[in-house]
């Protein structure tokens, strides 16, 4: 199965530990949808034109997916979702996403978005920490009221 990552589950050292089968596939953008951080990562589908999110591409079986399930706290605080990625060969694929239903005021913990921000610099999504990942931190803080001093 193929599975799409793009919070800490894009961190190679994670996916070794709670899913030893898991292997990269590939990396590319899920189309119309914007990142948002609600404590933990998630995506939300958008309608602006230039809206995708940086992902990972897993593949995984059965003992992986369960693994994930309980580390994402499936079906309560994640549900998951079939969606279309373009890869970085702009080929494309379809596959599990996990998207948040238990929705939290609260931006990330600096070590949680420093992990995302790393696998944004290891997989070569440089030029996406500031497009993607600083705006969702950004509207994260704005929504729980963070005053930056």
Not at 11 to 33: D, E, S, W
Not at 98 to 116: D, E, K, N, S
Not at 124 to 136: M, N, S, Y
Request: charged letters at 30%; hydrophobic letters at 35%.
């Amino acid at each position: 199965m193929k599975y799409i990552a793009y919070g800490s589950n894009m961190v190679k050292a994670q996916m070794a530990f709670r899913c030893p089968g898991a292997k990269l596939i590939g990396t590319g953008y899920l189309p119309n949808h914007r990142l948002e951080f609600y404590l933990h990562a998630t995506v939300e589908r958008s309608r602006a034109r230039d809206a995708r999110v940086p992902v990972a591409v897993w593949e995984i079986d059965e003992t992986d997916e369960q693994s994930l399930d309980r580390y994402e706290g499936f079906p309560t605080y994640y549900v998951k979702r079939k969606r279309r990625v373009i890869l970085s060969d702009g080929s494309e694929i379809e596959g599990m996403v996990y998207i948040m239903r238990l929705i939290r005021l609260h931006p990330p913990t600096a070590g949680y978005y420093q992990g995302i921000r790393d696998a944004y610099k290891r997989l070569g999504f440089r030029d996406d920490i500031a497009r993607v990942l600083e705006h969702a931190l950004f509207r994260s803080r704005a929504r729980s009221g963070f005053q930056i001093r």
